[in-house]
T-cell receptor, first 110, second 115 residues
Framework: QKEVEQNSGPLSVPEGAIASLNCTYSDRGSQSFFWYRQYSGKSPELIMSIYSNGDKEDGRFTAQLNKASQYVSLLIRDSQPSDSATYLCAVNWYGNKLVFGAGTILRVKS | DGGITQSPKYLFRKEGQNVTLSCEQNLNHDAMYWYRQDPGQGLRLIYYSQIVNDFQKGDIAEGYSVSREKKESFPLTVTSAQKNPTAFYLC??????????????FGSGTRLTVV
C-alpha cells in the first residue's frame, strides 16, 4: 500500500513568517510530487509541482524534494492570512493516479 | 475557458435512492477520476478512467458505479448499496500522455448529504 503522510496540524504562524509544511511517502519509485491548496468548502488547487531533487521556487512558494529521504516539503515565505488553508501533498508512482496525504491545516495569524 | 464542471453543487439523497453526479470537462484530457473527501481526511479514489469505454476501480469503489461513453463526460452514480455516502465528491482530469505526471485539474465538487 503506497502511503503519503502529513502532519494534520494545525500549523499556526504569524503574518510575515515562513510556513514549513512537510510530507513523507512510502515508495522510492515515486516520480512526481505536487502540493495543492484547499480552502474550506472548495476544491483543491495545484500550487507547486516538483520532479527532481532540490528546490523549486515560484513566487513566495518553494518546494523541496529529497528522494533519498523520501521527503517533500513546501515553504511559504511572507505568509499572509489568505494563505490559511489545508495543504495537500500528492505523489504519483509509475501509474495513472495520484495518492494524496490527509493534508496539513495552516493558519496565518495577523 | 477550459475546465471541469461538476453538477449539482449540493445534492440530497434519501435512504435507498440512487443519485448521479455529473462531471464534464472541455480540456481534451484523456484521464478522469472521482475522489471522495470526508471531513479531516484526505482524498480517496473511487474510480478512474484513462480512455473512453474503459474504467478501473479505485480504493473505495463499493456502492458506486461509473460510465465513460464520451471523452468529455464521466458521471458517478452513488447507489443504495453505499451505506455512508455523505461526503464531498471531487472529479478531476489529467492529460493522457504522462497522465498524472502533470497533476490533476479538479472540478468545484458536489456535496452529497443523506436525508
Amino acid at each position: 500500500q503506497k502511503e503519503v503522510e502529513q502532519n494534520s496540524g494545525p500549523l499556526s504562524v504569524p503574518e510575515g513568517a515562513i510556513a514549513s509544511l512537510n510530507c513523507t511517502y512510502s515508495d522510492r519509485g515515486s516520480q512526481s510530487f505536487f502540493w495543492y491548496r484547499q480552502y474550506s468548502g472548495k476544491s483543491p488547487e495545484l500550487i507547486m509541482s516538483i520532479y527532481s531533487n532540490g528546490d523549486k521556487e515560484d513566487g513566495r512558494f518553494t518546494a523541496q524534494l529529497n528522494k533519498a529521504s523520501q521527503y517533500v516539503s513546501l515553504l511559504i515565505r511572507d505568509s499572509q492570512p489568505s494563505d490559511s488553508a489545508t495543504y495537500l501533498c500528492a505523489v504519483n508512482w509509475y501509474g495513472n493516479k495520484l495518492v494524496f496525504g490527509a493534508g496539513t491545516i495552516l493558519r496565518v495569524k495577523s | 475557458d477550459g475546465g471541469i464542471t461538476q453538477s449539482p453543487k449540493y445534492l440530497f439523497r434519501k435512504e435507498g435512492q440512487n443519485v448521479t453526479l455529473s462531471c464534464e470537462q472541455n480540456l481534451n484530457h484523456d484521464a478522469m477520476y472521482w475522489y471522495r473527501q470526508d471531513p479531516g481526511q484526505g482524498l480517496r479514489l473511487i474510480y478512474y478512467s484513462q480512455i473512453v469505454n474503459d474504467f478501473q476501480k479505485g480504493d473505495i469503489a463499493e456502492g458506486y458505479s461509473v460510465s465513460r461513453e464520451k471523452k468529455e463526460s464521466f458521471p458517478l452514480t452513488v447507489t443504495s448499496a453505499q451505506k455512508n455516502p455523505t461526503a464531498f465528491y471531487l472529479c478531476a482530469s489529467s492529460p493522457g500522455q504522462g497522465g498524472p505526471r502533470y497533476g490533476y485539474t479538479f472540478g468545484s465538487g458536489t456535496r452529497l448529504t443523506v436525508v
